[in-house]
């Protein structure tokens, strides 16, 4: 089982060698493959023919002092098995350390050359070294002196990868680097064929498990952990290297990557048997850094390292031998040396292996050198060692010998030759399409210069009629043409023009320098006046004026030309400029205000969220609404209207800042962004400028009137809301000014948002709530103070969802209020209303008034005293049945019109009634203007009238002013004792509230009239 496992690592060893020639074939370039190929299996045979001669003897023979053998010479007289398969491992190995050095020094060796670098490490010095540290695996006794001291190089990290290292090394130093290597910096010599060089790699990777897991010499249980460490080293050094050129270059190299890979297997192969799989992948990083940096160092130094030896075999050779005394196991490495200790062997071996390797390579070959160069001379280099050295052409070097051939007769009349289905041909064919293109592009450009020299005659008439200014300049930007054209355009004679420069007659002063400067560089710069670009400049006139022009700058002599000329085509832009900036003006701004309309307005609030979503910052929108604008319009005309709007938009630009951004959103709505650092305490702030700017009167029809503003803000921090939802927050804030009382502002807040969702399901579900019978009324019986019996009732509204059942009144009321439905929803409350009257007075019961409340909207609609006429008359109910209560606020918006609309309904009998008295604005004096009949004491003042002087003082006066002016007072919201004996001590005439009854439904209400209930 040993002897079979140990010739499996041989042949995966073996393996390698065919991954040193796809890695090296890969890595250098196409002209040099077929010498790379020559070169591998030439090393192979040679290392293996010396090594099986002499190399092993000196190696593995009877040791010398531990220097060196001197038997088992022509290995092979009566091995056993397992010496035979020994022996073929260890040639294996003998192969590797040669094929390193050969490859380092690839592209510009000469094959002779290659040979004796094989000799030279074949012949004296692997063996050499190899006695020193590895003669005892042979016969089990350690007798190499380096063995004797406790030096462990497991399965080569020194004695195989750091020699070929060193004598790479050496031989680099002497041949120097390859032609054109280090012209450039930071230029590399790019290989042929990468996916080539990859699979050499991952040969090199399959082969190094023999590598290492033959080195144990015997099938073992270390083995699979040997082959572990020795694949998790490979993984993190390639890691670590393709991290480090990321990070350091910004791409990742694949070449980079091999040798972070290699560097691992390399780093691991001293110490594979000695250490644990993390520890191994300690060992791949380290090794993966030094590749890396050793890589750069031989870049500063210029050591052209074809395939990257040095850092690879050299450099982590040497760390993966020091690693075996830093991190291995010392039971596993077996000298029984401490740590130190072992360190200090392991350094003296890298050290005496290094020198004896470096100095005699670099001996031999300085020696070799002068009498037989080992590098080819530079014409060879430069074809290709294929055709140098092996006189074997390739596809590549065909083709260009061919266009060399044309280059040296300068005869493009002829075709290179093509070589079907490879790429290389049809490098040579698109060639040829090329040439063809250049023979035609010689053709038109002889007929183009005969018809030139025709047409010349007729230049000097397009120049006399070109309506665009014409004028040619020589190097130095002096004028050497000037047609008519140009003449009119800045007012100055050709005569007198000729010989001045242009630029200092014509370019206005701020742009001179540039000017001047894009002419030194003969107008390619990327900025100012450009060749053939329609480039838009500032020109002055004779007398000074300043005007836009369209400059286009073409060449007019040949760049290899002694005197070059330029010929500026210029056209006077002023009046297409205006026009755009007017379309510009149209397109972005309302042309009443000239404030931003809303298209631009929304496109640049886009753009500043973006912009937050990037840098941080907050957005804040600002909606305004005028409030009473509509009646302006209709009372003093739409001109005053129009001069309201300008007043507002100047009074906009004063109190905001240039950065913001002000626009005219439709109508009587503006908006203002603030953007940057903006705080909400700042917004606020800003808010509360406009308010106090937008108070101020203003003179319209001769009047001066206050039309105060609504406005709503909401905020966009670093972006996080979009444009349409910020300016959708902003509306709903501005909605909840207006119910603020306007004149105000508000902040957006996502209740809000909630509750305009809320308001518009409700709004869209009314319509089904009526049609659906889910609306239904309650009575609240009203009681005489003084007799203690129910004298009426209030009828008010109510509304069961089928989904969301009760839905309170302060929820929906305001929706109706503010709906179109106001009217039909009015409408359907008066006529159920009238309907439970008849239903009781068929009934048999005693009629009591209801009251109904009547919205503003209705109060002023046509409608109102016809549809109530018509029902009175349709169920035979008389006026005096019905009371129509009306708020306070609603009687004082329209004076005028709510006289006219309240005279109209006392003509019906039907009561009058003012709700919620007390906590409106109206003057004392409407009270005698409006025919009602009875005052409604806000509960609100109610509530403590018993207990709080003041709410006692208003009560006392209301009433008092009700019984002078003959009205019947009504208290609502009574909910104890006191407060009603307060009411009776001050003669108020009635009351309602919970402490009577809550509103109870109609068959209840039937009830209190059949049975004339009271309360003492």
């Not at 010479?73 to 094929?99: K, N, R, W």
């Not at 003669?135 to 380096?146: F, M």
């Not at 240039?658 to 953007?675: A, N, P, Q, T, Y």
């Not at 927050?729 to 509750?755: C, P, W």
Request: net charge negative; glycine share 8%.
């Amino acid at each position: 089982m040993d002897t079979l496992w140990l010739l499996c690592s041989a042949c995966l060893v073996f393996t390698m060698q065919a991954g040193f020639l796809c890695l090296e074939s890969g890595l250098v370039r196409s002209k040099n493959s077929i010498n790379v190929a020559a070169k591998n299996i030439t090393d192979f045979t040679i290392s293996s023919a010396i090594f099986w001669l002499i190399g092993f003897g000196i190696m593995f023979g009877d040791s010398v002092s531990g220097f060196f053998g001197i038997s088992h010479f022509m290995f092979g007289e009566t091995p056993t098995a397992s010496a035979t398969t020994f022996f073929i491992f260890q040639m294996m190995f003998c192969g590797t350390a040669a094929t390193l050095v050969s490859g380092a020094v690839a592209e510009r060796t000469s094959y002779i050359g290659y040979v004796i670098i094989t000799i030279t490490i074949t012949l004296l010095i692997y063996p050499v070294i190899g006695h020193w540290a590895w003669a005892g695996i042979y016969n089990g006794t350690a007798t190499g002196w380096l063995e004797q001291l406790g030096f462990v190089d497991f399965a080569g990290s020194t004695v195989v990868h750091s020699v070929g290292g060193w004598v790479a090394l050496a031989a680099i130093l002497i041949i120097g680097p390859r032609i054109g290597r280090y012209d450039v910096n930071d230029r590399r010599i790019p290989g042929s064929n990468l996916p080539m060089a990859v699979l050499g790699a991952m040969l090199i990777w399959f082969g190094w498990f023999g590598f290492n897991g033959g080195s144990t010499l015997a099938w073992s249980d270390n083995v699979p952990s040997i082959l572990l460490n020795t694949l998790v080293a490979a993984v993190w050094g390639g890691i670590s290297t393709t991290l480090l050129k990321y990070f350091s270059d910004g791409y990742v190299d694949v070449l980079m990557i091999i040798n972070g890979v290699l560097g691992g297997l390399v780093s691991i192969t001293a110490n594979c048997h000695a250490v644990s799989s993390d520890q191994a992948f300690l060992i791949g990083i380290i090794g993966g850094v030094i590749v890396f940096y050793g890589d750069k160092l031989l870049e500063w130094k210029k050591i052209d390292d074809a395939i990257s030896v040095i850092p690879v075999h050299l450099f982590a050779g040497i760390w993966g031998t020091i690693a075996l005394a830093l991190l291995g196991d010392p039971t596993k490495i077996g000298t029984g040396l401490s740590r130190l200790d072992q360190l200090e062997v392991q350094l003296l071996g890298i050290a005496t292996i290094g020198v004896y390797s470096f100095i005699l390579a670099y001996v031999v070959f300085k020696i070799i050198n002068r009498f037989y160069p080992l590098r080819v001379d530079a014409n060879a280099e430069l074809i290709g060692l294929n055709v140098a050295e092996h006189r074997v052409s390739t596809e590549v070097f065909d083709l260009l010998a061919a266009m060399h051939h044309q280059q040296q007769k300068s005869d493009f009349s002829s075709t290179v030759p093509v070589e079907p289905f490879t790429e290389v041909g049809q490098i040579a064919q698109q060639y040829n399409r090329v040439i063809d293109k250049v023979n035609q592009e010689i053709k038109q450009r002889d007929q183009a210069f005969s018809a030139y020299k025709e047409s010349e005659f007729r230049k000097g008439a397009i120049l006399q009629a070109a309506m665009d200014c014409i004028v040619t300049i020589n190097e130095r930007g002096e004028i050497i043409e000037f047609n008519p054209a140009a003449e009119q355009c800045f007012g100055m004679s050709k005569r007198s023009v000729l010989g001045q420069n242009f630029f200092v007659l014509f370019i206005t002063e701020q742009s001179r320098s540039a000017a001047m400067s894009n002419l030194s560089h003969g107008f390619v710069s990327g900025d100012g006046l450009v060749l053939k670009r329609h480039n838009i400049a500032e020109l002055t006139r004779s007398d000074g004026e300043e005007f836009p022009a369209e400059v286009v700058i073409t060449q007019t002599t040949d760049t290899t030309h002694p005197r070059v000329e330029y010929t500026l085509h210029i056209r006077d832009i002023t009046q297409q400029i205006k026009l755009q900036n007017r379309l510009k003006q149209l397109a972005y701004n309302d042309p009443l205000t000239g404030l931003y309309n809303r298209t631009y307005f929304m496109s640049h609030l886009k753009q500043l969220i973006q912009y937050h979503q990037q840098t941080p910052g907050s957005v804040v929108l600002m909606f305004l609404d005028l409030d009473q604008f509509k009646k302006i319009n209709d009372n003093l005309g739409h001109k005053a209207g129009d001069e309201l709007l300008c007043e507002v938009a100047n009074r906009l630009g004063k109190v905001t800042r240039e950065l913001d951004m002000v626009g005219r959103w439709g109508g009587d709505e503006f908006v203002i962004v603030l953007s940057g650092d903006i705080t909400l305490e700042n917004a606020e702030s800003k808010a509360m400028d406009i308010l106090g700017v937008m108070r101020a009167p203003v003179t319209l029809a001769q009047q001066n009137l206050v039309v105060p503003t609504s406005i709503g803000i909401a905020i966009s921090e670093n972006g996080q809301i979009q444009a349409e939802q910020l300016l959708q927050h902003a509306d709903i804030a501005m909605y909840k000014a207006k119910q603020a009382g306007r004149n105000t502002y508000r902040v957006f807040l996502e209740e809000m948002s909630e509750k305009s969702l809320q308001h518009f399901q409700l709004e869209h579900a009314l319509p089904d709530a009526i049609k659906g019978d889910q609306l239904f009324l309650e009575y609240q019986p009203k009681v005489s103070c003084e007799t203690s019996e129910v004298v009426g009732f209030e009828a008010l509204l109510r509304w069961k969802h089928p989904e969301h059942g009760l839905i309170m009144p302060g929820d929906f009321i305001p929706v109706i209020d503010e709906s179109n439905m106001i009217i039909d929803v009015g409408e359907w409350v008066i006529e159920n209303v009238i309907k439970q009257l008849s239903a009781w007075r068929d009934a048999g019961a005693t009629l009591l008034p209801i009251a109904i409340n009547i919205s503003g909207h209705h109060l002023h609609s046509n409608t109102l005293t016809a549809y109530v006429e018509k029902l009175m008359a349709q169920y035979g109910i008389r006026g005096e049945l019905l009371e129509f209560e009306i708020t306070e606020g609603v009687l004082t918006g329209n004076t005028e019109e709510s006289i006219a609309a309240l005279t109209a309904l006392k003509k019906t009998r039907i009561r009058l009634s003012i709700d919620d008295f007390g906590t409106g604005y109206s003057s004392l004096s409407y009270l005698k203007k409006f025919p009602v009949d009875v005052l409604k004491i806000d509960q609100a003042f109610i509530r403590e009238c018993s207990v709080n002087i003041e709410d006692a003082a208003i009560c006392k006066a209301i009433i008092t002013l009700a019984k002078s002016l003959g009205l019947e007072v009504i208290a609502e919201g009574v909910e104890n004792q006191e407060q009603l004996q307060f009411l009776k001590q001050h003669h108020c005439d009635v009351y309602q509230g919970y402490y009577f009854s809550r509103p109870i439904a109609a068959k209840h209400a039937m009830t209190l009239l059949e049975q004339n209930l009271s309360v003492s």
